[in-house]
T-cell receptor
Framework: KAGVTQTPRYLIKTRGQQVTLSCSPI?????VSWYQQTPGQGLQFLFE???????NKGNFPGRFSGRQFSNSRSEMNVSTLELGDSALYLCASSLEGDRPLLYDFGPGTRLTVT | SQQGEEDPQALSIQEGENATMNCSYKTSINNLQWYRQNSGRGLVHLILIRSNEREKHSGRLRVTLDTSKKSSSLLITASRAADTASYFC????????????FGTGTQLKVEL
């Protein structure tokens, strides 16, 4: 099966700009989650979408937003970028259903803010 | 914030040796999972252990879970250079919603 794909893989932006990252889940997976990974904070949960609805949200400022489309593809947006937003952003998809939660992760988008 | 800590933070061993890494967490869980990450890339799911299980095996991997101590360990036997990676435990918290909470990770280096 084709894995989770994320685009772009690398991105360099300037402080104050905004950025949109894209994630295509594995075919049939209806839940998409986003995580931010930094050396200082490790892996932090951003949000989770299912059927175009945000079901869970992590402790991030409102500058971080996301959405999911009817084909389960998801995007996340970060507005007014700060240096601290430099990170690896990981998308994970999973089948909807009972636990256990089993995720397939994408390769990530490396965002550098200068 | 992260659920807990992993130790050691870094581990360097020779090929053929066993590697053990530990994970501690803070609250009640549904299950605990281990993931591997190669050099800043995506995470790969390794193994899952449910809260009512004490030990699980998968190939060269052995995971134990002690819910009374809120801790888990991952043992990789007969390690290979290809096992060099960062290893993370992730907990599915009871009542925590559809998300995993990750530990701080252990960087494993297996030398030839």
């Amino acid at each position: 099966k084709a894995g989770v794909t994320q685009t772009p893989r690398y991105l360099i932006k300037t402080r104050g700009q905004q950025v949109t990252l894209s994630c295509s889940p594995i075919s049939g997976h209806r839940s998409v989650s986003w995580y931010q990974q930094t050396p200082g904070q490790g892996l932090q949960f951003l949000f989770e979408y299912f059927s175009e609805t945000q079901r869970n949200k992590g402790n991030f400022p409102g500058r971080f937003s996301g959405r999911q489309f009817s084909n389960s593809r998801s995007e996340m947006n970060v507005s007014t970028l700060e240096l601290g937003d430099s990170a690896l952003y990981l998308c994970a998809s999973s089948l909807e259903g009972d636990r256990p939660l089993l995720y397939d992760f994408g390769p990530g988008t490396r965002l550098t803010v200068t | 914030s992260q659920q807990g800590e992993e130790d050691p933070q870094a581990l360097s061993i020779q090929e053929g040796e066993n590697a053990t890494m530990n994970c501690s967490y803070k609250t009640s869980i549904n299950n605990l999972q281990w993931y591997r990450q190669n050099s800043g890339r995506g995470l790969v799911h390794l193994i899952l252990i449910r809260s009512n299980e004490r030990e699980k095996h998968s190939g060269r991997l052995r995971v134990t879970l002690d819910t009374s101590k809120k801790s888990s360990s991952l043992l990789i036997t007969a390690s290979r250079a290809a096992d060099t990676a960062s290893y993370f435990c992730a907990t599915d918290l009871t009542g925590g919603g559809n998300k995993l909470t990750f530990g701080t990770g252990t960087q494993l280096k297996v030398e030839l």
